[in-house]
């Protein structure tokens, strides 16, 4: 089945700077990756998704990067804000489009802290 | 409203005694999935199923039996409930086509003592 590997666990940046995080995937046949967000106490929510016919997404201070290659993709939050204080989870699956029947394997978590 | 629905949203229980999770999702989803969420392992699949009466196993399955009868309906049953199952329990459901976002329900956290 598929592996998912997320770093850092924690992060910590100052407002206003960048924030990265990191997550590799073992199953070649897996291709959707969408990433969550959890703040405190409530239910994770989609943020940001690709799929594997595309490299890099965006949508307004969120990014999301894919190298198929390596297996591996990013997340990419400029210009940070308190609100964007949360746990962020990254997940991949080849059960979408046909590619295979497993469920959604989630990383571990990122607790993104923001500095004012 | 779209959304997914759990019940209870918390519930303290004794070794042993047998309990249903509820879960409803009113978006005509095909696929359905629990989660289990403990500090440091992030969310792992319990069970999911693809559509009505197709179930199968995720990563944590022991313990746990699933049904699915209805396409709204994914109740998450304990036969026999153990201290280690306490945890934050979750329910999902996604189209299988078209936009596949997962929608989270509000969580039930089970305590077995």
């Known amino acids: 089945g598929e592996n998912v590997e997320q770093h850092p666990s924690t992060l910590s940046v100052q407002e206003g700077d960048s924030a990265v995080i990191k997550c590799t995937y073992s199953?070649?046949?897996?291709?959707?990756f969408p990433w969550y967000k959890q703040e405190l106490g409530k239910r994770p929510q989609l943020i940001i998704d690709?799929?594997?016919?595309?490299g890099e997404k965006k949508d307004q201070r969120i990014a999301v990067t894919l190298n198929k290659t390596a297996k591996h993709f990013s997340l990419h939050i400029t210009e940070t804000q308190p609100e964007d204080s949360a746990v962020y989870f990254c997940?991949?699956?080849?059960?979408?489009?046909?590619?295979?029947?497993?469920?959604?394997?989630f990383g571990k978590g990122t607790h993104l802290i923001i500095q004012p | 409203e779209a959304q997914v629905t759990q019940n209870p949203r918390y519930l303290i229980t004794v070794t042993g005694k047998k309990l249903t999770v509820t879960c409803s999702q009113n978006?005509?989803?095909?696929?359905m999935s629990w989660y289990r969420q403990d500090p440091g392992l992030g969310l792992r699949q319990i069970y999911y199923?693809?559509?009505?009466?197709?179930?199968d196993k995720g990563d944590v399955p022991e313990g746990y039996k699933v049904s699915r009868k209805e396409k709204r309906n994914f109740p998450l049953i304990l036969e026999s409930p153990s201290p280690n199952q306490t945890s934050l329990y979750f329910c999902?459901?996604?189209?299988?086509?078209?936009?596949?976002?997962?929608?989270f329900g509000p969580g039930t956290r089970l305590t077995v003592t």
């Open positions: 999902a459901s996604s189209s299988l086509s078209g936009a596949n976002e997962q929608y």
């Open positions: 199953d070649s046949a897996s291709n959707y």
């Open positions: 997940a991949a699956t080849p059960m979408y489009s046909g590619g295979g029947a497993d469920g959604l394997t």
């Open positions: 690709i799929r594997s016919n595309v």
């Open positions: 978006m005509n989803h095909e696929y």
């Open positions: 199923s693809m559509n009505v009466e197709v179930t």
